[in-house]
């Protein structure tokens, strides 16, 4: 871990419940500001309607906003643990003190991957224990509440 680069940037957007787009806090050298899209290392939230689906996975929406509420215009700390097919760049956020997926999770807007590689794993299954036996966000146990979250979009 101690090899890793932290990196400072601003939340541009949040794609997903378990993505960020991360702006550079100075321009490069073409004076344009560096983008990374992150995915969240660990976690998996569900996914929203696009171009390969024309309806939500429950709850997309809510875990989505969760996240683009708690990080948009903020700023970070970041680093890449991995680069992965198909997701991208992978890697750790913290918004002040706090892990983001950690945040993420601890609501119930996503669940914990396995195998991983992050050394924040137990912290995060912990946190998505306390989250399914809470009934929280993905867990919700109110009858026909994951129904009423997916939006089915025109095609």
């Given at each position: 871990m101690a090899s890793q680069s932290w990196y400072r940037g601003r939340v541009k957007a949040s794609p997903s419940g378990d993505c960020l787009v991360i702006q550079a806090l100075r321009p490069n050298n073409t004076g344009i500001p560096l983008e990374r899209v992150i995915t969240l290392s660990s976690v998996r939230a569900p996914k929203l309607a696009g171009e390969d689906r024309s309806t939500d996975e429950p709850f997309a929406w809510d875990s989505r906003e969760y996240l683009r509420k708690l990080c948009l215009g903020k700023e970070v700390v970041y680093c890449i643990e991995s680069v992965e097919e198909p997701l991208g760049l992978v890697g750790i956020v913290f918004l002040g003190n706090y892990n983001v997926a950690a945040l993420v999770v601890q609501k119930g807007w996503a669940s914990v991957t396995s195998p991983?590689?992050?050394?924040?794993?137990?912290?995060?299954q912990f946190y998505m224990d306390q989250a399914f036996n809470k009934g929280l966000g993905l867990w919700s146990k109110a009858s026909g509440a994951a129904e009423a979250s997916v939006r089915t979009l025109p095609p």
């Open positions: 991983s590689t992050t050394p924040y794993y137990v912290e995060l």
